[in-house]
């Protein structure tokens, strides 16, 4: 399994930006369909972006298309996520995921196999 680690999170204002990253171990990060998922007080995990091993295809979640946009680079085995014009319901901790399914089962089945810690996003009013 492949291991991940986040970083980026912290407070902004509402119309604000973060850019977050996750850094993964191991020699293979070009095999692995990358994710990020988000988790809101009192909610579920919720599903927000994923993207292709080799970079070309990429998946947004409605509520986020337009705002962010999620990227790797593979010679670093990091994936980001830019978050732009944030909003306070986009408060959440961020987690980085990782699959070795391709980018369409992801999407199909909302699953993936590894996971990093978490990264606290907090936008104020």
């Known amino acids: 399994q492949v291991q991940l680690v986040e970083s980026g999170g912290g407070l902004v204002q509402a119309g604000g930006s973060l850019r977050l990253s996750c850094a993964a171990s191991?020699?293979?990060?070009?095999?692995?369909?990358m994710g990020w998922f988000r988790q809101a007080p009192g909610k579920e995990r919720e599903f927000v972006a994923c993207?292709?091993?080799?970079?070309?295809?990429?998946y947004y979640v409605d509520s986020v298309k337009g705002r962010f946009t999620i990227s790797r680079d593979n010679a670093k085995n990091t994936v980001y996520l830019q978050m732009n014009s944030l909003k306070p319901e986009d408060t959440a901790v961020y987690y980085c995921?990782?699959?070795?399914?391709?980018?369409?089962?992801?999407?199909?089945?909302?699953?993936?196999?590894?996971w990093g810690q978490g990264t606290q996003v907090t936008v104020s009013s």
């Open positions: 995921a990782a699959d070795g399914k391709n980018i369409g089962a992801v999407v199909f089945t909302r699953t993936m196999g590894s």
């Open positions: 191991g020699r293979t990060f070009s095999t692995y369909t």
């Open positions: 993207i292709s091993g080799g970079g070309g295809g990429t």
